[in-house]
C-alpha cells in the first residue's frame, strides 16, 4: 500500500487498541509498524491488490502491549482499512537481533526529521541526509523518547552523547541520477487534524550507543512512529532486495 495512505492504517490500529478496552494503553505510543506488504496496482479507479496475502511488520520494546495488540487484531472477524478488507491469519515472531554501537540500517518506512505543524511550511522544508543537522534533530528526538519512555535516568542519557548518522552516498546519487526520490511530503492525522510532514527513505550507518541502538531498532526513529514512521531494519546478506524494496517510497 503506498505510504500516502498510512494514515488510514494508523487509524484502524489506534482504533483496534482503544478497542481492546486497556486502558493503560489508550495513551502507549511506545510502538512502530510498517507500511502494508503486497503485490499492487494502480490504476485510474484507485489502488488494487493482487496478493491474496498481506504483511504487517509490528514493533514495541512491551511484550505486554505487544500480547494485547494482537489478542485484539486476532478477535477480529474482518478488518477494515479504507476499502480493503483483510481477515487477520496468523503471526510470527522474528528472530532477536543483536545490536552494536555501528548498525547499518534499511529503512522500511519514511524517517519523519521535523514535528508536524498546522499551516507552517517550515515543518516540511528539506534536510540533506549528509548534513550535520539531519543528525542532529536525530538525536535530540531520541533523547526526548528515550527520556519520556521513562527507562533511562537522565545521567544515563547524559552518557549517550555519540550519535552520528552516516547516509549511504551512493545510494543517494543513484536515486538522484535516475530522477526518484528519498524524500517526499505525506500526510498524518492527529487529533483529527491533517498535517503533511516530510519523510526521508534511504539506508544509513548509525553509531550510537548499544541501548540506543536497540531503542531505535524496537521503536522506531524520528517522529510518528507510532503513526507507522521511521521503521527500520538491519541490513545483512540480503540487502539488495531489502533496498529495492525501499524504492517504492523514492
Request: aromatic share 14%; hydrophobic share 40%.
Amino acid at each position: 500500500m503506498p505510504f500516502h495512505h498510512q494514515f488510514l492504517l494508523a487509524q484502524a490500529i489506534k482504533g483496534l487498541i482503544m478497542l481492546g478496552g486497556k486502558s493503560e494503553f489508550f495513551t502507549f505510543n511506545q510502538y512502530n509498524f510498517s507500511g502494508l506488504k503486497g503485490q499492487i496496482k494502480i490504476s485510474r479507479k484507485g489502488l488494487h491488490f493482487y496478493s491474496s496475502r498481506v504483511t504487517l511488520v509490528f514493533s514495541s520494546p512491551s511484550k505486554d502491549f505487544i500480547e494485547y495488540f494482537l489478542s485484539v487484531l486476532f478477535g477480529q472477524k474482518e478488518l477494515l482499512i479504507g476499502n480493503l478488507q483483510l481477515v487477520p491469519e496468523s503471526h510470527e515472531n522474528e528472530e532477536a537481533m543483536t545490536v552494536g554501537e555501528s548498525i547499518k540500517f534499511l529503512c522500511i518506512s519514511p524517517i519523519v526529521l521535523l514535528p508536524a505543524s498546522f499551516n507552517d511550511e517550515q515543518n516540511k522544508r528539506f534536510i540533506s541526509p549528509e548534513s550535520d543537522e539531519f543528525s542532529d534533530l536525530l538525536y535530540d528526538n531520541t533523547m526526548t523518547r528515550m527520556d519520556a519512555s521513562g527507562k533511562f535516568p537522565s545521567d544515563k542519557l547524559a552518557d549517550f552523547y555519540k550519535f552520528q548518522l552516516v547516509a549511504d552516498h551512493d545510494y543517494l546519487n543513484k536515486i538522484q541520477t535516475t530522477h526518484k526520490k528519498f524524500a517526499r511530503i505525506y500526510p498524518l492525522y492527529d487529533a483529527d487534524v491533517k498535517y503533511e510532514v516530510r519523510g526521508y527513505t534511504f539506508p544509513f550507518t548509525l553509531y550510537a550507543p548499544q541501548p540506543v541502538q536497540q531503542f531505535v531498532y524496537e521503536n522506531g526513529l524520528g517522529h510518528f512512529s507510532h503513526k507507522g514512521f521511521g521503521m527500520l531494519d538491519i541490513a545483512n546478506a540480503n540487502s539488495i532486495a531489502k533496498e529495492e524494496s525501499m524504492e517504492m517510497y523514492a
